[in-house]
């Protein structure tokens, strides 16, 4: 991943989902963060090397935070410690859905990001990558997290891993099918680009 703002498409476009450090309540109530009354790490890492990590503590009916982050006008460290509060909803099953509240905002979201502040995606005015994307490079972004999904590289070009330990054959039959449909898409559209190119080149 770049840094925020890189990469373009046609031009300048805005910061994306993906350019932010993100915290998804999902995978925090998968992992059993939400259970412990005790301070837990996520860490964020580039190329293998660590580059982020923010603490979080479930305090009941919210998440604390612990941080820090560099101010861009003095460029000096800060702490931050903040409350992330949730809201629920009701689930047809009798229970209650949890989701962070946005403390700028407070919209529902399942999602923050962050920078200096853990905001909602409309606060930080955040787009996905996907909307900027062509078709053909949507699907070589789905493919790339199917390989990621059953342990691979992430690289279109390199081949999928055999089935992970635990998974079900039928789930790793459709994924690998939906695989190999996504690269044939990414392989059509890319042919057709150069195609493009080279009728340019010869006017």
């Not at 909803?89 to 399942?110: K, L």
């Amino acid at each position: 991943m770049g840094g925020r703002g890189s990469g373009r498409y046609g031009g300048y476009r805005a910061a994306t989902c993906e350019d932010y450090h993100a915290i998804d309540l999902a995978w925090l109530r998968r992992k059993g963060v939400l259970k412990r009354l005790t301070w837990s790490r996520i860490t964020w890492s580039r190329g293998g090397e660590r580059v982020a990590s923010i603490g979080v503590r479930s305090e009941g009916d919210g998440l604390r935070l612990r941080y820090r982050a560099r101010s861009r006008q003095s460029d000096k460290w800060a702490e931050f410690n903040e409350f992330i509060p949730f809201t629920y909803t009701d689930t047809n099953f009798g229970g209650r859905r949890p989701w962070f509240e946005c403390p700028s905002c407070g919209r529902r979201c399942r999602v923050l990001y962050g920078g200096k502040r853990y905001r909602c995606r409309n606060c930080h005015r955040l787009k996905y990558k996907s909307q900027y994307e062509t078709g053909w490079r949507r699907a070589e972004s789905r493919a790339c997290r199917i390989s990621e999904r059953l342990g691979g590289t992430g690289v279109i070009d390199d081949p999928l891993p055999a089935k992970p330990k635990g998974m079900h054959w039928a789930t790793y039959v459709r994924l690998f099918q939906r695989h190999e449909a996504l690269t044939g898409e990414f392989v059509e559209g890319f042919h057709a680009r150069i195609e493009e190119f080279a009728a340019r080149a010869r006017r």
